[in-house]
């Protein structure tokens, strides 16, 4: 079945709600659907939008004027065509974007015509008077198959890369009518409207030819938006540009990443962050409810299944290997779990931490903790990206990996010296030792395409640090405060994606220039 496709959506950063703006009390979006229809060989008009409830309005729209709607992925334009084309049973189709308001039915029929003679697999119609192009849904699932990102706004680099093996042809024969003159016909900013709208006041009978006619006998109402087109044409190459190649490298859509001890303080943070990049993440804990909690959490704002709760013990390697079994790939492991003394619990950071008493018990466990679960989770998953054909590790060290614990930051007034809590041995040797494994483990998996990087955060405030503790911490670094919660989001973007794919062994120190003074 042929059809034509009416790519829209109501979000629109430049002209907001341009769909759904009226004219003559009719909507521009409806405008084009009666273009559309006066194609003589589309079988099917279906109106493309997305999931979003925003975009409610517009299926009303399409079915309040007689054609289909599909609702799909948002950024993924391509993969919502796909769908689109699968559920209708459509074997070629038609675009026309919502933006083209006076994209003519005829456009199409040329399109059609043109399959029907050679059946290529994809036309190109670039830079006639509207971009048309046109393809076989077989080729677009090739497209989908291959393609590496979701953002696919632009869609014909994705046609063109696979040039090999899809059969590509530009639109032929094009009518003198259909070619692109000094005129914009396209509504992106209010200027576009004006013209449209005037246009659309002026011409009795709205037909492509009637509206080509008619500009050419009122050339004056070209200047409404000719100034436009320069602004239009460089944000297309600077959106082309930034998009295509910046939101690749730090696109997470791919990734499955799994971390652990994911439920506390900074590991809720970087699960926020790269759900916010389009990855799923595996958020696993001792704590399975304050897991669960942060998925249901995450799931909610995100409106999809974008995270997964697991019970996993670092120190148990049957619920580590049970996580491997489970999921079909883990393409980033973050090494977060720690026993992490904290200075707002009274008797977590406290005598028992000094090293004079400190009992062998107490180290064994907290070693085991901080180093021990580095090494067994790392060795479980790195075996499984190792078949899976590579990987990221990051292991969570701290400032505390270069520099030694400050013990007068702790000191209570008051307290005799043998009473003073102290920061353990542990977390300093554990911390180290994560750099070393970090080290070991990049240049012994460096052939097997798996990247081992650390991230070392400083002192994260939260409010229920003493002010003390916070006034000498604070003097101790160059940019004079401790870090915010959230300012770990941006480095675990970082590491997690293709844009860190040439650094490994690295140690990644976010600590206000606290290891530099
Ligand atoms: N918070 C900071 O100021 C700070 C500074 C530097 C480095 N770090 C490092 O960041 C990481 C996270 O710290 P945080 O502040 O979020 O700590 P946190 O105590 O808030 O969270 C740690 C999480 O690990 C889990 N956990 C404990 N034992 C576990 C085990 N055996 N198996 C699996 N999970 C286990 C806990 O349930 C908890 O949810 C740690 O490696 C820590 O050393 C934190």
């Known amino acids: 079945m042929k ?23 009719k909507t521009t979006i409806e405008y084009l659907i009666d273009m559309v229809k006066r194609s003589n060989y589309a079988e099917k008009i279906i109106l493309c939008t997305t999931e979003l409830s925003e975009d409610d309005v517009l299926c009303n729209i399409a079915q309040n004027n007689g054609i289909d709607y599909f609702r799909g992925s948002s950024p993924d334009k391509l993969l919502r065509w796909l769908k689109a084309a699968e559920k209708f049973d459509i074997d070629f189709f038609v675009n026309a974007d919502g933006d083209d308001i006076f994209f003519d039915g005829g456009l199409a029929d040329i399109c059609f015509e043109q399959y029907e003679k050679t059946t290529p697999d994809f036309i190109d119609g670039q830079g006639l008077y509207n971009d048309v192009y046109a393809m076989k849904t077989s080729a677009l699932k090739l497209v989908c198959e291959s393609k590496m990102k979701d953002d696919t706004e632009f869609i014909k680099p994705f046609f063109e890369d696979l040039g090999d093996v899809i059969n590509i042809e530009k639109i032929h024969p094009i009518p003198e ?160 779990a720690a026993k992490d003394t904290k200075v707002e619990n009274e008797g977590d950071l406290s005598t028992t931490g000094r090293f004079e008493t400190m009992t062998y018990d107490y180290w064994n466990t907290d070693m085991k903790v901080g180093l021990d679960g580095c090494f067994l989770c790392s060795q479980a998953v790195a075996n499984k990206m190792v078949k899976d054909g590579g990987g990221t590790i990051i292991n969570i060290a701290s400032d505390l990996s270069i520099i030694a614990p400050d013990q007068r930051l702790y000191i209570k007034e008051g307290l005799k010296d043998n009473e003073q809590s102290k920061k353990p041995a542990t977390y300093s040797v554990s911390k180290s030792a994560i750099h070393g494994l970090t080290k070991y483990m990049a240049t012994y998996f460096a052939d097997k395409n798996i990247n081992v990087n650390c991230l070392s955060p400083a002192g994260i405030y939260n409010e229920g640090l003493p002010d003390d503790f916070v006034k000498r911490l604070t003097s101790l670094i160059p940019m004079g405060r401790m870090a915010n919660v959230d300012e770990y989001k941006g480095a675990i973007i970082f590491l997690c994606s293709d844009a860190s794919a040439y650094m490994t062994g690295h140690n990644l120190v976010m600590d206000g220039g606290r290891t530099i003074w």
């Open 3 to 25: 059809a034509i496709f009416i790519s829209v959506r109501t979000s629109s950063s430049r002209l907001p709600n341009k769909a759904l703006k009226k004219i003559n009390g």
């Open 177 to 336: 009518k259909y070619e692109k003159k000094k005129m914009r016909l396209t509504l992106d900013y209010k200027e576009d409207f004006l013209f449209f709208k005037k246009i659309i006041e002026e011409v009795n009978e709205l037909t492509f030819d009637n509206i080509i006619s008619y500009i050419e006998k009122n050339p004056s109402v070209i200047e409404i938006n000719w100034s436009r087109e320069k602004d239009w044409k460089e944000n297309q190459e600077n959106r082309f540009f930034k998009e295509s190649y910046t939101k690749y490298l730090f696109d997470l859509s791919s990734k499955t990443v799994l971390i652990t001890g994911s439920a506390g303080l900074l590991g809720t943070q970087l699960a926020e962050a790269i759900v916010e990049h389009g990855g799923t993440v595996i958020i696993s804990d001792v704590n399975l409810k304050l897991a669960k909690g942060l998925c249901k959490r995450l799931n909610q704002v995100h409106g999809k299944t974008v995270s997964y709760p697991e019970y996993l013990d670092v120190l148990d390697k049957k619920s580590i290997q049970i996580i491997c079994d489970k999921y079909e790939k883990i393409d980033v492991l973050i090494n977060n």
